[in-house]
């Protein structure tokens, strides 16, 4: 993003909240609670250091509202943009800002859902657009099917191709010991699965989770100082191109052209200098689309990388390392996990999935129906 | 200043209870405006002149959904001639059958109760 400066601020605590299926009565601020206190405890801080405060959800309204409440804070800055689950990328931006301008800082930044729990019916409201509602589209799932369609009949992308993200996920997940969805998974099981929307089954569609979590941004100056290795922000990026897929200029390009260039200008990188890619992958086409967005390969292209491997364990591209908001932990809004899986990955935290280089990692969030995309490119001190 | 006596979804709605598929067209932009609006979106002009659709368009994305319950039915995104996009089903060819590219036209959709009509559309050829 112009104006904000490369390194000026870093991630140095990330922790999840309980995830999966959690507690009876567990709220969804319990599990920013959960998170805040394991995300401090992670850097060495603790709820005195912190004077900015970021928060979105979709079961609180007024989120930050109750984070302020239950924390029992009064930060000097807070934020709670709410663009879906790309909501906390652009977070990121905005904590590195303010502690740029002074306005705060020590930042968290917060999630929780309890959607499993509660049903989907009751963790989000549903929202009535007269252009669109009177068809049924089955929100949001329909959306992307309708995307994936598109890409199918420009690119000849495949079923077999979208299945491929499937099942790289699973692959990772069964590496991961926090994983929701470790069961073996083949090519020929996707597409056996139930159809949702076609072309998309159930197993082309993230998990119905809780959890949540939260990050703490800081100062590259403070960072120095605290127990882990910080995450440097090199660089961030954003890009809206519509609310309502009906809206969406070009189904096959998405946001993430515009906020993965913002974000590399920033960073003063590339494609090619990513040594892993966190994005955010509600659907198997999510993957494809970012992918060839974020410059990793060509328009049209994405069906072929991400076949044979290429973005599973042991492939080309490292890619969603924690199995994925389709295969680890998808609680409603997901930006936030996949912030914390690119700093472990960056301090080499990750045990039996950890990647061999690793000290850049594009971190990608998406929100709404292809809508929000915002881009955060994370790095090692070396990358300083 | 007083406040508008109608609202573009009712004009809109107005045009779909006579049969006709109407659209707005943004002078200042010189190209279709959809969904119904006060501002065009291309260049923030609220001139926005209310015109008739003549009805055929081209199948631009498709899906099947498959409800928990009941029969798959077909969402369609279709490009309509005059330039605008819209989302809505093609009917009268299952759903599988509805591909990218498909010439449709429109007809329109009147609900039971107090719904308001909708546009639909069918395979032109038909």
């Not at chain 1, 801080?45 to 930050?64: E, N, P, Y």
């Not at chain 1, 252009?131 to 329909?142: G, L, M």
């Not at chain 1, 692959?171 to 926090?178: D, F, G, T, V, Y």
């Not at chain 1, 189904?251 to 906020?259: P, R």
């Amino acid at each position: 993003m112009d104006g904000l400066k490369r390194c000026a601020a870093a991630i140095v605590g990330v922790a999840e909240s309980d995830l999966g299926q959690v507690a009876e009565g567990m709220s969804p601020m319990d599990l920013v609670a959960q998170g805040t206190q394991r995300a401090l405890a992670d850097c060495g801080l603790s709820l005195k250091d912190v004077d900015g405060l970021f928060c979105a959800m979709t079961q609180q309204r007024m989120s930050i509202n109750g984070m302020i409440e239950y924390l029992g804070i009064h930060p000097k800055f807070i934020g709670s943009s709410m663009t879906g689950g790309s909501s906390f990328e652009f977070h990121v931006a905005q904590a590195a800002a303010a502690i740029e301008a002074g306005l705060c800082n020590v930042a968290v930044i917060g999630y929780g859902s309890t959607q499993r729990s509660v049903g989907r019916r009751q963790a989000s409201a549903r929202e009535v657009n007269p252009y669109e509602t009177p068809y049924n589209p089955f929100f949001p799932s329909s959306a992307y099917a309708l995307a994936a369609s598109r890409h199918m009949h420009e690119f000849g992308t495949t079923r077999e191709q979208l299945a491929e993200v499937a099942v790289a996920a699973r692959k990772w997940a069964q590496l991961n010991p926090a994983a929701w969805e470790k069961k073996p998974l083949t090519v020929e099981d996707v597409l056996k699965s139930r159809m949702i929307s076609h072309p998309l089954s159930v197993r082309d569609c993230c998990l119905v989770t809780d959890g949540g979590g939260a990050i703490v941004i800081t100062s590259a100056e403070r960072a120095k100082s605290l127990k882990k290795a910080p995450a440097y922000i090199l660089g961030c990026g954003h890009g809206i191109t519509h609310m309502n897929i009906t809206s969406m200029p070009d189904l096959t390009v998405t946001g993430a052209k515009a906020s993965g260039e913002a974000a590399y200008k920033m960073a003063q990188l590339g494609p090619k200098d990513c040594d892993m890619v966190q994005l955010y992958d509600a659907f198997t086409v999510n993957t494809i689309l970012f992918l060839e967005d974020l410059g990793f390969c060509k328009k049209g292209e994405g069906g072929a990388f991400v076949s044979n491997g290429n973005i599973a364990p042991k492939g080309g591209l490292p890619v969603n390392t924690n199995g994925g908001g389709l295969s680890y932990c998808h609680p409603g809004m997901y930006g936030l996990l996949i912030l914390i899986e690119g700093v472990r990955q960056l301090r080499g935290e990750c045990g039996a999935r950890q990647v061999a280089k690793h000290d850049i990692a594009m971190v990608h969030g998406n929100g709404g129906v292809l809508s929000a995309q915002a881009s955060v490119i994370l790095g090692t001190s070396a990358t300083v | 200043m007083p406040n508008d006596t109608t609202s573009p979804l009712a004009t809109y709605n107005s045009h779909l209870e006579k049969g006709v598929l109407a659209y707005q067209f943004s002078p200042a932009a010189n190209r279709a405006v959809f969904f119904p609006r006060l501002l065009c979106p291309y260049t923030g002009s609220d001139k926005l002149e209310w015109r008739v659709s003549k009805g055929r368009g081209t199948v631009y994305a498709t899906t099947v959904v498959h409800p928990a319950e009941g029969t798959p039915f077909n969402v369609a995104l279709i490009d309509c001639d005059e330039g605008f996009r819209l989302m809505s089903r093609v009917e009268d060819v299952p759903p599988e059958q509805v591909k990218i590219g498909l010439r449709v036209k429109f007809r329109v959709h009147r609900p039971d109760g107090d719904e308001a009509p909708i546009p639909v559309f069918t395979p032109e050829a038909a």
